[in-house]
């Protein structure tokens, strides 16, 4: 395993401080804001696909270059939403020492998934990034334009995924995968580890580098529903992992379907060392 510049630098950090739990009347500007935001998402990524990324979708260039301007421009925007979440007291990012994210091209990014805005978070933080979405986001009017606009992958049969993984990193694309493949069950450190990105991974003969995200309340869970925002703000430190090389994987001596299992494997302990369960809900927490 590799070790990149910023390895373990969230555990050499302090704590982020706790924010208080709303009740009441207090509650109710957290309630509008977090409304506001899924509107905003919603009716952003309607716009955008309709006005702005059509334009750099076909401004001259090579395809390449096209998918590349998107992306950036999504990037951009999702600076723009993180930011408007911390406004609205929704979440609060701490991500400091993120120039393997920023940097990096043509990596395979993993991370663990305890909100509704991870992929939203990842994205704000690299300039270059694809993620394999699922089909009924692909018949979405708000978002379907962005998806397409900036070469996103339609998660359809095993060939053809992988096929268009390997278009997307050949184009020095990061390639987000969430292993969980659904958002962390709350009381969970993480759900148990599918073996799609390490199947990738080693298929495609890439790297990957973890990504572990920190909260320290439960708050946009798949258990919560969208209409009932944190009473409590999320606070979501990145931390970026060591590297792992594929060359460790060599698969010359066994079966790519065994070096997958070992590669997940690895990647679970890793993470079973690192998070900490997502906090169950309580209202313990007010102040």
Known sequence: MSQTPESSQYHDQAEPKPFPYLTGIGYIPRWIGGVMCYVVFGLGGLLSSLTVLPVLRFWPGSKQQRIARVQKAVHIMFKGFVW?????????????????????????VIANHPTLIDVVVLISLMPNAGCIVKQSLWRNPFIRGVLSSAGYIPNRGADLLLADCQQVLNRQTNLIIFPEGTRTVVGSKFNPFARGAANIAIRTRTDIIPV????????????????????????MSVEI???????????????????????????EQLYSQQITALPPFSVTTKK
């Open 84 to 108: 408007m979440l911390t406004f609205t007291g929704l979440i609060k990012v701490h991500s400091q020492h993120t120039q393997a994210l920023t940097n990096a091209k043509g990596v395979i």
């Open 241 to 267: 992992g060591a590297a792992f090389d594929h060359l460790r994987y060599d698969t010359s001596q066994s079966s790519d379907a065994k070096m997958a299992r070992v590669l997940t494997r690895e990647l």
């Open 212 to 235: 572990m995200l920190h909260v320290d309340v439960a708050g946009l869970t798949k258990q919560q529903p969208w209409y009932e925002p944190p009473r409590q703000t999320v606070n």
